[in-house]
């Protein structure tokens, strides 16, 4: 009966001088590391990118279009309809867009135009600030600090984190619990945002985590983030939004909502007589 | 000290214009150079002080402030650029404003400070058309920009241009679709220009708003009973209004009446506190 059940308290002595050499030091560096970086960022971070006069143009009719999609009730359908057909034969024209060759290009073409190409370059660049840290103090930990434990989790586990928590300890039968080095690490990824929330203020570039999530989303989309947007293919599917939108203004029934809401009516009648 | 830097900061966030207060809570500051509590935000207490003492036109200490800012942010600030373009145009030197925002314009077309200040220098020289043409362009690139529209209808008023203005106060609702004062003046350009039906449900939009607002119900009141005037002489074949007044959407007689008679009521419970004279005068004008 006794070997049927699993051992639940397995209590070990750890040498204090892990505790001082290895948990600190790994806290400290991971501190250092990540107000380094935020620094670096902040230097290597040119200017945004000026936007230029038609490209504001570009930007601010987009939204005019949602603006009208959003707002139509509020306005007469005379107005509506008149805006309407406005907008989306500018739409079809070009007449907003920044360049009005560029109706033709593919989204190669637009990867080419120079100005597109820095602001690639300054998003990959802030990528690759926060890939290489990471790949390098995990090497580090690897390397230096495997083959033992180091603390003790207080919450209990699944057996599937065994391998990646004990990575250098191979033994059947250790409490998950006990755990080395490199999940010292994970937890101080995700504990340390705070400190550097403090230390840095809110928006930092020293948070890890973000940058595992920008890994991950790159795997999702599959393209290059930062491309350039095709405001054609956006004026034309806006002209599209437009052009079935049913207008019904908000003041048809505004007489018997003013009689209702001055006490003189009790509720709306939904008739078709005014 | 504090509780100046804290009210001249409210002030800054309300956006309103008090400069003769503004000047007298920041002359002690200034004076005693207890302005540097503010930290960074000194900077703007400075500019809000220099734009104080250009509206009561003191200019010297305009001037003064203006020293301190260039000092601090140098000769290419745009900020601090138009800046000495208030000051040409306080100190009755338009030609030199004119030509400093033009300059800025051509160096940066999307300025956004130079151009609005252009089109405010043309309108108070008297430059109507011009400035127009000018907000017209400006508007053509930045669409979203309420405040634009509104300027713009108001110049279109100015100029007896009634549905260029319909137009863009219809702009600014499609922006600001809560705000009753917009609604409020698409309907009295509606009333003018003739389009009683539109002028009648923005009237009562105002009213549903704002609660007992009384140009809205003085509206309603106007234009309701002017339709049932137009309809009934209509109806009878006499034609007694001009031809232009547009009542085609406009409700049944029924339901005007109705109308007629909230309004009335309304207006006369808004004046029931207000003295007799003003009650006097309310009466007569609803036997209208």
């Known amino acids: 009966m006794g070997g049927l059940i699993e051992s639940t308290d397995q209590t070990m002595f750890l040498d204090p001088a892990i505790r001082n050499w290895v948990l600190f030091p790994i806290t400290v560096i991971m501190v250092l590391v990540g107000v380094f970086r935020h620094q670096l960022t902040i230097l290597m971070t040119g200017q945004p990118a000026k936007p230029d006069i038609k490209e504001i143009r570009q930007g601010k009719a987009l939204m005019r279009g949602h603006t009208l999609a959003q707002n139509n009730p509020y306005i007469p359908t005379a107005a509506f309809i008149e805006r309407k057909k406005y907008l989306c034969q500018a739409y079809e024209d070009g007449t907003y867009l920044k360049d009005k060759t560029s109706k033709e290009k593919s989204p190669t073409d637009l990867m080419a135009d120079p100005k597109n190409m820095e602001a690639m370059m300054d998003g990959m660049k802030k990528q690759m600030m926060g890939i290489i840290p990471q790949t390098l103090i995990m090497g580090w930990i690897q390397f230096f600090f495997s083959g033992f434990i180091l603390i003790k989790l207080p919450f209990p586990l699944g057996l599937r984190f065994k391998q990646m928590l004990q990575s250098g300890i191979m033994t059947p039968n250790m409490d998950v619990r006990w755990v080395s080095s490199i999940s010292w690490y994970f937890i101080n990824l995700f504990g340390l945002r705070g400190v550097f929330a403090l230390l840095l203020g809110g928006e930092n570039s020293a948070d890890g985590t973000r940058d595992m999530t920008a890994m991950s989303t790159m795997g999702a989309m599959g393209q290059q983030p930062g491309q350039p947007q095709d405001f054609n293919k956006q004026f034309l599917g806006m002209k599209d939004n437009l052009s079935i939108i049913y207008h019904e203004w908000d003041l048809e029934n505004i007489e018997q909502r003013v009689l209702v809401k001055y006490g003189k009516q009790a509720r709306i009648f939904k008739s078709t007589r005014k | ?288």
């Open chain 2, 1 to 288: 000290m504090s509780s100046s830097l804290k009210l001249l900061g409210e002030i800054r966030q309300s956006s309103e214009r008090r400069p003769f207060e503004v000047l007298k809570l920041a002359e002690p500051l200034l004076n005693k150079g207890s302005i540097t509590q503010a930290g960074d935000e000194v900077w703007l207490v400075y500019e809000q002080v220099f734009l104080a003492a250009v509206d009561e036109g003191q200019i010297d200490v305009a001037k003064a402030v203006l020293e301190i800012l260039h000092n601090r942010f140098g000769e290419e600030s745009q900020r601090v650029k138009r800046l000495y373009g208030l000051v040409s145009e306080a100190t009755g030197h338009p030609e030199d404003a004119k030509k400093l925002y033009d300059d800025m314009l051509e160096k940066d077309a999307t300025n956004v400070l130079a151009n609005k200040r252009l089109i405010t220098l043309l309108k108070s020289q008297g430059q109507y058309v011009q400035a127009i043409q000018e907000l017209v362009s400006y508007l053509d690139t930045h669409g979203n920009d309420f405040e634009a529209w509104l300027e713009l209808t108001h110049l279109y008023l100015d100029q007896h241009l009634y549905s260029q203005a319909a137009f863009c106060i219809e702009e600014v609702i499609l922006q600001q679709p809560a705000n009753h004062y917009f609604h409020l003046c698409y309907a009295e350009i509606s009333y003018t220009m003739g389009n009683l039906d539109v002028a009648l449900k923005e009237y009562l939009r105002v009213v549903e708003l704002s609660t007992d607002n009384l140009r809205g119900f003085y509206g309603v009141k106007l234009t309701a009973d002017r339709i049932l005037d137009i309809t009934s002489s209509r109806g009878s074949g006499k034609s007694k209004g001009p031809s232009h007044l547009k009542v085609e959407n406009a409700p049944q007689k029924a339901m005007l009446e109705r109308l007629s008679q909230l309004a009335t009521e309304r207006l006369l419970a808004i004046y029931s506190g207000s003295s007799d004279a003003m009650k006097k005068t309310l009466e007569e004008w609803l036997k209208l």
